[in-house]
C-alpha cells in the first residue's frame, strides 16, 4: 500500500512535544488519529461535535484548515480557554492537515 504521510507536531497538556506522521489518504478525524496514538484526550461525544473535550489550539498552519461549521463553534463558544485558533480535533479530518502543522491539546484529559 502506498501512504500519503505529512508529519504534524503535537503537544501534550504537560508541554511535551511530539513529530508524528500522519497517513492523509485515510477517512478519520485529528481525534481518531490521536486517540489511537494513546494520547489522552476524552472525547466524550465520540466526534459529533457535542462535548468540546476534544479542544485543540491550531499553533501553525489554522489558515490551511477549512472553516469550521456552525455547530463546531456553538461548542467552541462554551469553552473557557477559547483561542484565536481553537478547534474540535474530531471536526479535523486527516485529510485536511498539511506538513508540519502544529496543533497543542487543550481538551479534558483521561487517564
Keep these: 500500500m502506498d501512504y500519503n504521510l505529512v508529519k504534524i507536531n503535537v ?5 511535551n512535544q511530539q513529530e508524528v ?4 489518504d485515510i477517512s ?3 481525534m481518531e488519529i490521536l486517540k489511537g496514538m494513546d494520547y489522552h484526550i476524552l472525547a466524550t461525544c465520540g466526534g ?3 462535548c468540546a473535550t476534544c479542544h485543540v489550539q491550531v499553533k ?3 489558515e490551511s484548515l477549512p472553516e469550521a ?8 463558544d ?3 480557554k477559547l483561542t484565536q485558533t ?4 474530531c471536526q479535523i479530518k486527516v485529510n485536511a492537515l498539511q506538513e508540519g502543522m502544529s496543533f497543542k491539546l487543550l481538551g479534558e484529559t483521561q487517564l
Design 11 to 15: 503537544e501534550d497538556q504537560e508541554g
Design 21 to 24: 506522521e500522519v497517513p492523509t
Design 28 to 30: 478519520m478525524s485529528l
Design 48 to 50: 459529533i461535535a457535542l
Design 60 to 62: 501553525s498552519g489554522y
Design 69 to 76: 461549521t456552525d455547530d463546531e463553534w456553538a461548542m467552541l
Design 78 to 80: 462554551t469553552l473557557p
Design 86 to 89: 481553537s478547534r474540535l480535533s
